[in-house]
């Protein structure tokens, strides 16, 4: 085969790939609408979605087509938004920071969003009208920005970031920490670490309406700049004498990521493994080269997040554990797996 | 006209590195930059390569003050190969050299056959086109050097900046490589250790010591029995060799104090 066709013919696998990932994707939703406390029949939840999105007439019962469009749809379809921008965050920083143990939250925002959302909901700060997840908003900008000059202060190489997030997670946690032990209540720690754990329930079409958006730009984003991230394989100097003006792609991508990442954990707490997991199982699927592994990252964090979700729902009966739990729970064998792979493979 | 640098300055750490420097590569010279380890030989090809802004002084490419250069356009035209590149990342020998096209690529632009076939080229000229496929971790060093060298070539540079690209490299693949940057039509400045290598494949030498020029100029002018004593500290033979007819230099054991 000549080397155009070669390039042709995997660029087709590549987007078959990704179709193949869409349809799996989208059973994935269909079924985590259709379970639950109240099991739907799958039929009935396509009838629902179809009614509502395409405007059919099909008969179905008023209790069956609120429960999914109001609760399970929405809270579906957070899902997927949830674990796309994990992923890429995930992807993004390990390859910018050079540094395969790099995870969403590595600089600081779930443990600002955390001290946040304490802050809010133990302290009453802001006297109510501050929402939780404003608070663990604020927070979460709150840490990013110590973060930042931490580390631009040491110098700004990634060892220096990395080790900043550590300092100011640490602190953060710390506070939270104070707070909950000092002057939280049972139900009121309960509560918080129910949030903490990283929690969906509660999720409605207007969390989605403010995350879908930011999640969309900042994964567009990330895209774009693919072959910039693939410059920084050997590193910022490497990258520089490539052309890429590492300056402004680590400003962009750093800003994209960090806002993508801080409206998510304020809305759903801190769900952990797959902004650090998801990257790692890509690369095996798609291979190093971003143009292939930021949407393999996107499509699998969505698929493995919607999974985890019904996993959720489904492992307790009658009971919904946060989603968190199950993502550490799946995800660190998961990731005990890849590591073992890697090493007989090299 | 193409690479140089006018009294150019530098410090580290409060250190300075370099201090003074002026030197310029006349167009297809390959420009050899000697001196004992310390003397500021990596820090000036990454000044020249506009990887490190000067303190003092100005580097110019055509004359033009390199820092006003985009940085995109300096990549078509000058490739530096660093002396320890290392990544984590599972990438291949064809994923490495790759990367060389990359500044010379749109945003959206696919991958094209040119591309593929410049690529397929440098990996035949650093004898590593049957490795193509082999993942980095998996090299030896004298195979990571010739593939960052591969990847260099394939940015299709008029300037080539290399720092020791010989090290790790068994002898043939030495000659081979100094060989095949002699060949190519572009100006190279090259920080090599081996003085008979530098004698032997360079047009010039610069001779650094203590971050400042010592001397420059063709090798047998530069390379004297005095000044490798007086600079480097050992005491040599030098003559012109039968074989190659270049300057050719026989160490001496230290004399036992």
């Not at chain 2, 010379?104 to 080229?121: K, Y």
């Not at chain 2, 693949?173 to 060949?183: D, G, S, T």
């Amino acid at each position: 085969m000549d080397p155009a066709a070669r390039i042709g013919s995997r660029q087709a696998a590549g987007f078959n790939l990704i179709g193949v990932a869409a349809i799996v994707l989208l059973l994935g939703i269909t079924v985590a609408v259709s379970v639950g406390e109240m099991s739907i029949p799958i039929g009935t939840s396509l009838q629902v979605m179809s009614n509502r999105l395409l405007g059919t007439g099909y008969e179905v019962g008023r209790i069956q087509d609120g429960i999914i469009w109001e609760y399970r749809l929405s809270r579906a379809l957070f899902a997927a938004v949830l674990g796309a921008g994990l992923a890429v965050t995930g992807a993004v920083l390990q390859t910018l920071l050079r540094n395969p143990l790099a995870e969403p939250y590595v600089l600081g925002l779930s443990a600002g969003a955390s001290s946040g959302a304490v802050a809010i909901a133990i302290l009453g700060l802001g006297a109510g009208a501050i929402s939780l997840s404003g608070g663990a908003f604020i927070g979460a900008l709150l840490a990013l920005a110590v973060v930042a000059a931490l580390a631009s202060a040491s110098g700004g190489s990634a060892e220096r970031v990395i080790l900043a997030g550590i300092v100011v997670s640490q602190l953060f946690n710390a506070v939270t920490s104070y707070i909950v032990a000092t002057a939280a209540n049972a139900e009121q720690a309960r509560g918080v670490m129910f949030w903490l754990l990283g929690n969906l329930s509660g999720v409605r079409w207007t969390d989605l309406a403010l995350a879908a958006p930011v999640v969309l730009v900042a994964c567009g984003m990330c895209l774009l700049h693919a072959r910039a991230l693939d410059a920084f394989a050997f590193g910022p100097d490497a990258a520089m004498a490539l052309g890429i003006r590492i300056a402004r792609v680590r400003a962009v991508l750093f800003g994209c990521t960090a806002a993508m990442v801080a409206v998510l954990v304020s809305i759903t707490g801190t769900v952990g493994f797959i902004g650090l997991v998801v990257p790692h199982a890509a690369r095996f699927l798609a291979g190093p080269g971003h143009a292939r592994l930021l949407p393999a990252t996107i499509m699998l964090g969505a698929i493995l997040t919607v999974v985890a979700d019904i996993l959720s729902r489904i492992l307790v009966p009658q009971q919904t554990l946060p989603i968190g739990v199950v993502t550490a729970l799946f995800g660190a064998p998961a990731f005990a797996a890849i590591l073992c792979r890697a090493r007989r493979a090299s | 006209m193409t690479i140089a640098a006018r009294n150019v300055g530098w410090s580290a750490g409060g250190r300075m590195v370099l201090d003074g420097v002026t030197l310029e590569a006349a167009p297809g010279q390959v420009l050899g930059l000697i001196g004992p380890n310390g003397s500021g030989k990596s820090s000036l090809l990454r000044l020249l390569a506009g990887l490190r802004r000067v303190a003092s002084g100005v580097v110019t490419l055509d004359g033009r003050n390199i820092d006003r250069c985009p940085r995109g356009a300096l990549a078509r035209r000058v490739a530096m190969v660093e002396q320890q590149a290392a990544t984590e990342a599972p990438v291949t020998v064809l994923d490495v050299v790759r990367l060389g096209r990359v500044p010379h690529r749109g945003l959206f632009s696919s991958w094209n056959a040119p591309d593929g076939a410049l690529v397929d080229q440098v990996l035949c000229h650093v004898g590593l086109h049957a490795l193509r496929h082999r993942l980095w971790h998996t090299l030896s060093g004298g195979e990571r050097q010739r593939a960052q060298i591969a990847r260099a070539l394939a940015q299709h540079p008029q300037e080539l900046l290399l720092d020791e690209p010989t090290n790790h490299l068994d002898v043939q693949h030495q000659l081979e490589i100094l060989a095949l940057i002699r060949r190519l039509p572009v100006t190279t400045v090259v920080a090599l250790h081996d003085l008979n290598l530098a004698a032997m494949f360079c047009d010039n030498l610069v001779l650094l010591q203590n971050g400042r020029v010592r001397t420059a100029g063709a090798p047998a002018d530069v390379l004297t029995r005095q000044r490798l004593l007086e600079v480097f500290g050992v005491s040599a033979h030098l003559g012109i060799s039968p074989h190659h007819g270049r300057l050719h230099i026989q160490f001496l054991p230290p004399q036992p104090r």
